[in-house]
């Protein structure tokens, strides 16, 4: 290797260096161009591609355009009219800031950017930059007021790049995505894309909530619109809005997540831990869950700048936009009943935290009839062996409901003629085989597993009466020591009042050393030390940690699965109506605790298409 004397490098080398960081394939083209159309202030953006945007991508909007004066600029590098002092760059508003966007990408391309900036006429300007030196010329070109980028021939001077990029069809695929969460960040906004002269979207701007609801059918599929949560909270600086899954509509893969800060799409593994979090009990072992959900915070509160696409964020309050989101999504998915579906409740109460807004707005029944429950589920493995007292302990005491007060389950509502009085999951009809309990409700056929939502119930339950006498814990014979690193044992010590409300008492016996004295009841016997480890390093990175109570879950739920109803148990129509009304006041009740639907509704309609009765 030759070492030669330093030497500044030519602007296009560096540029095409920068570029390194900031184009990564086509569709990072496509995304900073709507970015900066949007910072525009366009209210449509139009999008046009060739061979998946390698040979061509261009990128039309009605912004507020470039002046003249401003184009040679706005292909420069750190040149932006974004921000102007470290301030600003502190509470940026602006998706772009950093003015290197149009710079690298004109580096590694053959790109041209044609603007209007005046009010009337269509008297454009032309740019393109040249040479080494990336010299910019400029040219007269009619263009209404707005902006047009056209990116060809990407990476045609970079061969080790170009090797780089895939099919056509990938490369269309990852523009797609980008365009998807462009356009879900921005319903306000028109866009369309076409590829090789065919339309692929064309969504038209929305401004009511049945508009943004349109847009995200259009985009994450009706299916989801249908089966989903609308949510909505606001408390201090926080405000989270949007979209969650209900859990039996969970995915395979992690593919339609969708998390914007302040407009900006997001992956944050503080937001997805929280999440994860709030669907941890209600959710099919190895499913992700859907959403399509947008945080507004202060810009102060978050910092933008750690990433060069600004896929990342840190937030300077981890911990409570970690909470903020949990509880949250935890008290939407816990208050989902059956019948929410039937009419759109708005449970706006307060929080108890204070003055904090909330309203959530389920759509549908857990399933329709044509829609699978998103998985193949595993057929219970020991059906058939009733515990024939569970069904009549549980019936014959009082049980909970959400305010806390005792109320009889036997308490069984009368058939009433008029249908106000129908409970949302009706009124049993029959027993089939033992396993579905039948109903009757407005709406028309109600099938229940019973042993799902049997177990759902005594889980509910079991959880109840273990918060209400709080975590039970037992010193440890023999204590156990653990090396953990500096910064764990000095966190252990910072944080062990929260610890010790987890049922863990630690003592440091060293920098590097704890002592664990003391442990939930539930733990003793399991794999403690690792359980602690992990424990401290979700407090550490998250503020918090619900592994115990995960693992308290865990057996609580074995506990439910056992003394539940099992098939082909024999029930009487009353303690059928019984356990029909215990689903409706129970939390998580749509699903049992593995994640499957207990209930799903055939409505009058879904009857008459399978006898292809038309109405
Ligand atoms: P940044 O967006 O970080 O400022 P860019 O390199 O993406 O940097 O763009 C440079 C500048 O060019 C922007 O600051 C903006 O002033 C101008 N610009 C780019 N695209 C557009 C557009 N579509 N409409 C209006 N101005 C634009
Ligand atoms: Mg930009």
Known sequence: MTQSRIHRLATRLANQIAAGEVVERPASVVKEAIENS????????????????????????????ISAEDLTLALARHATSKIDSIDDLEAVGTLGFRGEALASIASVSRLSLTSNAAEQGAAGMVA?????????????????????????????????????LRTEKTELGHIDEVFKRQAL?????????????????????????????????????????????ALAREAGRLSLHGWVGLPTFSRSQADLQYFFVNGRVI???????????????????????????????????????????????????GREVHSFIFSTLHRALGDLRPGDGAAAIDASVADEQGGVGWSSAPRQAPMGLSTPPGGQWQPEAQAGTADLDAL???YTSPTFNRGGQNTSIMEHLPRGDDESEVPPLGFALAQLHGVFILSENTEGLVLVDMHAAHERITYERLKRMRDDSGI?????????????????????????????????????????????REVPIALIGGGIEALVRDVLSDMLA??????????????????????????????????MNALLRDMEMTERSGQCNHGRPTWVQLGMQDLDKLFLRGR
């Not at 910019?136 to 170009?162: I, K, M």
């Not at 115990?548 to 009487?572: F, K, P």
């Open 128 to 164: 393109q930059s040249e040479g080494r030196d990336m010299t910019v010329s400029v040219s007269p070109a009619p263009h209404p007021r707005g902006t047009t980028l056209e990116v060809r021939d990407l990476f045609y001077n970079t061969p080790a790049r170009r090797k780089f």
């Open 392 to 394: 009549s302990r549980l």
């Open 267 to 317: 992956r944050d593994k503080l937001v997805t831990h929280a999440i994860k979090q709030a669907y941890r009990d209600v959710l099919f072992h190895g499913r992700h869950p859907a959403y399509v959900l947008f945080l507004e915070v202060d810009p102060a509160v978050v910092d933008v700048n750690v990433h060069p696409t600004k896929h990342e964020v840190r937030f300077r309050e």
């Open 542 to 575: 998250f503020g918090t940690s619900d592994r115990i109570a995960a693992h308290e879950d865990e057996l609580l739920s074995t506990m439910a699965c056992h003394g539940s109803v099992r098939a082909n148990r024999r029930l009487t129509v009353p303690e």
């Open 38 to 65: 949007l910072d525009a202030g366009a209210s449509r953006i139009d999008i046009e591609l060739e061979s998946g945007g390698v040979q061509l991508m261009r990128v039309r909007d009605n912004g507020q355009g």
């Open 472 to 516: 039970r814990t037992q010193p440890l014979l023999v204590p156990q020591t653990i090396t953990l690193s500096s910064r764990e044992v000095a966190a252990a010590v910072e944080m062990s009042e929260a610890l010790v409300a987890l049922g863990l008492v630690l003592d440091a016996t060293g920098d590097e050393q704890l002592v664990i």
């Open 185 to 229: 960040a921005r319903s306000d906004v028109a866009f369309s894309l076409r590829h090789n002269g065919k339309t692929l979207h064309s969504l038209n701007c929305a401004n009511d909530q049945a508009g943004r609801e349109r847009r995200v059918a259009t985009v994450c599929g009706a299916a989801f619109m249908e089966q989903s949560v």
